[in-house]
């Protein structure tokens, strides 16, 4: 049996059908590129800045051609002049959904399968060729891309007894999914990848937090010294008042106590005059009775 390995176009169309985020689009492509041969065409294994740039140039031609999300025309995402590899040349257009289909069911492991009918495909895929020749394109596109049908009761159905108008359970062939289980699932690498960022945000924070209260401590402080300073400035210029005002009172009162001693001077000399004079009369007096 064929093996089909997807090609960059193939995963180019699977990130704008299937929505992936740009932060997302280099987990994915890791996780591609780790599974390798098993999927990967051998030229884009060998080196992985090669095979994300090959992805990103298809990203860019398939944005350029109108192919966008979901609801774009799924016949944009085989270049014009392309030739099927794996269905009819008619039928291209389903070999392209059919690869989108089973790259889904390959990066969403925990997936066991999708509902799809096939006998309702042909319109929104603009198939025109005979419903029998479709059923035999469906029949080698599961078989090339390692996908099998089940009926509702989760029985297996055989596409070459002819399709269905129900719906389908379309899974991965379980030997296929097997050996996809060797590599490390992404929702794991993605949940790895979450928990280190998580704890990388943690201690940026954390850093963060702790340059904050460094910061808050210095201005704190800072405050408290100008704080400080201001009452210190204060008390000196209350002391420098106080001082002054001291000065001056002494400065008032100097005045005053020079003219009460001149006073009191002068009183004593007066009291010296009185006394001398009233000796003078008793000696006077003394001479007169003497006489």
């Given at each position: 049996m064929i093996n089909y390995l997807y090609n960059a176009r193939d995963i180019a169309a699977y990130f704008k059908w299937a929505g992936v985020s740009s932060h997302q689009?280099?987990?994915y492509l890791n996780y591609i590129f780790q599974i390798g041969a098993d999927i990967l065409a051998k030229p884009l294994t060998r080196d992985y800045d090669e095979f994300e740039k090959a992805v990103y140039r298809e990203l860019y031609y398939l944005w350029s051609e109108g192919f966008e999300n979901e609801f774009s025309d799924i016949a944009l995402i085989a270049p014009k002049g392309a030739v099927s590899l794996i269905c009819d040349q008619e039928f291209i257009t389903l070999e392209s959904y059919m690869k989108l289909l089973a790259l889904?069911?390959?990066?969403s492991r925990n997936l066991p399968y999708v509902h799809v009918n096939?006998?309702?495909?042909?319109?929104?895929?603009?198939?025109k060729g005979e419903?029998?020749?479709?059923e035999k394109n469906v029949v080698k596109a599961c078989e090339i891309l390692h996908l099998t049908t089940h009926d509702v009761y989760n029985q297996p159905f055989d596409l070459n007894l002819g399709i269905p108008d129900e719906k389908l359970c379309l899974c991965l062939d379980a030997e296929f999914r097997k050996n996809l289980s060797e590599h490390e699932d992404i929702r794991m690498r993605f949940l790895k990848t979450a928990a280190s960022r998580l704890q990388e945000f943690k201690k940026t924070s954390a850093a963060i937090e702790e340059k904050e209260e460094k910061k808050k401590q210095r201005l704190l402080k800072r405050k408290m010294a100008r704080e400080a300073a201001k009452a210190l400035r204060e008390a000196a210029k209350a002391k420098m008042a106080e001082e002054e005002k001291k000065t001056e009172v002494k400065k008032a009162s100097k005045p005053t106590s020079k003219s009460s001693a001149k006073t009191a001077a002068k009183k004593d000399s007066e009291v010296k005059t009185k006394e001398t004079n009233k000796g003078k009369k008793q000696t006077k007096s003394v001479e007169k009775k003497e006489t």
């Amino acid at each position: 049996m064929i093996n089909y390995l997807y090609n960059a176009r193939d995963i180019a169309a699977y990130f704008k059908w299937a929505g992936v985020s740009s932060h997302q689009e280099k987990e994915y492509l890791n996780y591609i590129f780790q599974i390798g041969a098993d999927i990967l065409a051998k030229p884009l294994t060998r080196d992985y800045d090669e095979f994300e740039k090959a992805v990103y140039r298809e990203l860019y031609y398939l944005w350029s051609e109108g192919f966008e999300n979901e609801f774009s025309d799924i016949a944009l995402i085989a270049p014009k002049g392309a030739v099927s590899l794996i269905c009819d040349q008619e039928f291209i257009t389903l070999e392209s959904y059919m690869k989108l289909l089973a790259l889904h069911l390959i990066f969403s492991r925990n997936l066991p399968y999708v509902h799809v009918n096939f006998t309702g495909l042909m319109l929104p895929l603009g198939l025109k060729g005979e419903f029998s020749d479709y059923e035999k394109n469906v029949v080698k596109a599961c078989e090339i891309l390692h996908l099998t049908t089940h009926d509702v009761y989760n029985q297996p159905f055989d596409l070459n007894l002819g399709i269905p108008d129900e719906k389908l359970c379309l899974c991965l062939d379980a030997e296929f999914r097997k050996n996809l289980s060797e590599h490390e699932d992404i929702r794991m690498r993605f949940l790895k990848t979450a928990a280190s960022r998580l704890q990388e945000f943690k201690k940026t924070s954390a850093a963060i937090e702790e340059k904050e209260e460094k910061k808050k401590q210095r201005l704190l402080k800072r405050k408290m010294a100008r704080e400080a300073a201001k009452a210190l400035r204060e008390a000196a210029k209350a002391k420098m008042a106080e001082e002054e005002k001291k000065t001056e009172v002494k400065k008032a009162s100097k005045p005053t106590s020079k003219s009460s001693a001149k006073t009191a001077a002068k009183k004593d000399s007066e009291v010296k005059t009185k006394e001398t004079n009233k000796g003078k009369k008793q000696t006077k007096s003394v001479e007169k009775k003497e006489t």
